[in-house]
């Protein structure tokens, strides 16, 4: 089992700036090829892509936060982190961390809330 913890988050204006954080409680081992990532889910609508990393550091970053946000992972520390640049109304949402390990396991984070005001 692996918990992911997550932190940060909170309320900005628009055009602000915030950072999301996830820490994933197993081994290194275990976590070595997995992919971590952040997904996003507003009010009202389905869970949604937001960025993955992989073990290696690829990324898929969706299209509506491209150059605005920033995935970046610590293999040591086991932890994956967001950073949120000129933030809009639209990415208010509770932003949830995910974790697939190579296996297919699938494991997601509490949820923490950002809000952007306009």
């Known amino acids: 089992q692996v918990q992911l913890v997550e932190s940060g988050g909170g309320l900005v204006q628009a055009g602000g700036s915030l950072s999301v954080a996830c820490s994933a409680s197993r081994s290194i081992f275990i976590l070595r090829l997995s992919t971590m990532g952040w997904y996003r889910q507003a009010p009202g609508k389905q869970r949604e892509l937001v960025a993955t990393?992989?073990?290696?550091?690829?990324?898929n970053v969706a299209d509506s936060v491209n150059g605005r946000f920033a995935i970046s992972r610590d293999n040591v520390k086991n932890m994956v982190s967001l950073q949120m640049n000129n933030l809009k109304p639209e990415d208010t949402a509770v932003y949830y961390c995910?974790?697939?390990?190579?296996?297919?396991?699938?494991?997601w984070g509490q949820g923490t809330q950002v809000t952007v005001s306009s």
């Open positions: 995910n974790l697939k390990t190579a296996g297919g396991l699938e494991y």
């Open positions: 990393i992989t073990s290696r550091g690829s990324t």
